[in-house]
C-alpha cells in the first residue's frame, strides 16, 4: 500500500501571498489531519476531516482553512501568508480517527520570506 | 485545561544503554496515549498506542510503554539502545474520535557510539 503523499515538498513564498498544500491519504483511509510544527510551538493540531467534513479544528486564525475531497483527499490554505507560518506542515491520515494509528507524510516545508 | 509534557527536552544516552522517556499528561479521563518518533526530514511513525487493557504496552523497534493512571504518565522504556534510535521523541493523547490530538513538545535523543 502506497503511504501519506504530500505535495510539494518544499515551498518558499512572501509574505502576503496564499499557498494551497496537499494530501493524499492512504486507500481506504477517510480521516485527514493536518498539523504544523516549528521549533518554537512544536506540533499543533490544525484540523480533521471524515468524510469531506471538518470534525474539529485547532486554535489557528480563520486564515487557515481546508478540505477534503469524495476520493479523501485534503488540501490545506493559508491566505496572506506571515512570517511566522514558516513551519513543516503535516498531514496524517486513519481509517475513522485520529484515535486510531495515525500515519504520517512527509510533510511540506514551507518558507516565508 | 488538556496537556502534554516531557520533561525531558534532550536526553543523550550511550549505545546498549537502557532508555526511559518521560511523559505526562493531563486530561478529563484517561485519553489514548502514543508514542511517536520523527527522525529528522522525516514523517511521524507510531512506536505504540495505548487504549484499554494491559497498561504495559508492547511497540515497534524494541520499545515499550507503561501507562500509570495514578501518575498520568505513560512513560517509553527501551532495554538497549542502537545509534539508529537518535531520534525526536513525542508523546500525545486524544479523546474522543472528534478530539483534536495533543502532543507534547519532544525529547531528543542522542545515542553516543
Known amino acids: 500500500k502506497a503511504g501519506v503523499t504530500q505535495t510539494p515538498r518544499y515551498l518558499i513564498k512572501t509574505r502576503g501571498q496564499q499557498v494551497t498544500l496537499s494530501c493524499s491519504p492512504i486507500s481506504g483511509h477517510r480521516s485527514v489531519s493536518w498539523y504544523q510544527q516549528t521549533p518554537g510551538q512544536g506540533l499543533q493540531f490544525l484540523f480533521e476531516?471524515?468524510?469531506?467534513?471538518?470534525?474539529n479544528k485547532g486554535n489557528f486564525p480563520g486564515r487557515f482553512s481546508g478540505r477534503q475531497f469524495s476520493n479523501s483527499r485534503s488540501e490545506m490554505n493559508v491566505s496572506t501568508l506571515e512570517l511566522g507560518d514558516s513551519a513543516l506542515y503535516l498531514c496524517?491520515?486513519?481509517?475513522?480517527?485520529?484515535?486510531?494509528?495515525?500515519?504520517f507524510g512527509p510533510g511540506t516545508r514551507l518558507l516565508v520570506l | 485545561a488538556q496537556s502534554v509534557t516531557q520533561p525531558d527536552i534532550h536526553i543523550t544516552v550511550s549505545e546498549g544503554a537502557s532508555l526511559e522517556l518521560r511523559c505526562n499528561y493531563s486530561y478529563g479521563a484517561t485519553p489514548y496515549l502514543f508514542w511517536y518518533v520523527q527522525s529528522p526530514g522525516q514523517g511521524l511513525q507510531l512506536l505504540l498506542k495505548y487504549f484499554s487493557g494491559d497498561t504495559l504496552v508492547q511497540g515497534i523497534k524494541g520499545f515499550e510503554a507503561e501507562f500509570k493512571r495514578s501518575q498520568s504518565s505513560f512513560n517509553l522504556r527501551k532495554p538497549s539502545v542502537h545509534w539508529s534510535d537518535a531520534a525526536e521523541y513525542f508523546c500525545?493523547?486524544?479523546?474522543?474520535?472528534?478530539?483534536?490530538?495533543?502532543f507534547g513538545p519532544g525529547t531528543s535523543l542522542s545515542v553516543i557510539p
Open positions: 500525545a493523547v486524544v479523546g474522543t474520535s472528534y478530539d483534536k490530538v495533543i
Open positions: 476531516y471524515f468524510s469531506e467534513t471538518q470534525r
Open positions: 496524517a491520515s486513519s481509517l475513522s480517527g485520529p484515535q486510531e494509528t495515525q500515519y
